[in-house]
């Protein structure tokens, strides 16, 4: 009886040691930042800053006295989220909320987040927009300006980048 008792506590401790420490525990698969935080910090450069605004703007060149007439952006790379990619970035959105003390999501998946607007990928950084089940976003129009470069923006909604823990 004793043996039995001994084995079932080391395979608990196993079992609490793997859970804990080697992360069986859910995560979060990355980062959010603001296009400012990232530009700050060196992630971005200007020119990844002139590109995203280039694609988030439908190729209409707001910064002509900027870009210039004839600018062309960085090519996306890749062209398009894969969907592990993806599935990363939502499952990083689906673990902020849950644990976010403000938002009441204590139960947000992946599936609950939708990726409406990918700008590129920019060294580590993901540009998206994202849309989710618990916003509700206004209809007012604003712009934000970051290195003299404009971003315009038809609701709150605003460009995110991700970074991935890889």
Excluded at 7 to 21: D, P, T
Excluded at 58 to 84: A, C, F, H, R, V
Aim: glycine fraction near 8%; charged fraction near 20%.
């Amino acid at each position: 009886m004793r043996k039995v008792i001994n084995i079932l506590c080391a395979v608990m401790a196993i079992v609490l040691f793997c859970c804990g420490v080697a992360g069986c525990a859910p995560r979060s698969e990355g980062i959010f930042y603001t296009l400012e935080e990232a530009y700050e910090v060196g992630w971005l450069t200007r020119d990844d800053l002139m590109s995203i605004a280039y694609y988030h703007n439908g190729g209409k060149q707001y910064n002509e006295s900027i870009m210039g007439e004839d600018y062309t952006p960085k090519p996306k790379e890749p062209q398009e989220l894969s969907e592990s990619t993806s599935l990363e970035i939502r499952n990083t959105a689906a673990y902020d909320y849950r644990n976010d003390k403000y938002i009441d999501a204590p139960k947000a998946v992946a599936g609950d987040f939708k990726i409406i607007e990918y700008c590129g990928t920019y060294n580590t950084c993901v540009a998206i927009m994202m849309t989710d089940n618990y916003t509700g976003y206004t209809g007012a129009l604003s712009m934000d300006v970051i290195a003299d470069i404009s971003f315009f923006y038809n609701d709150g909604n605003r460009i995110i980048i991700w970074r991935g823990n890889k």
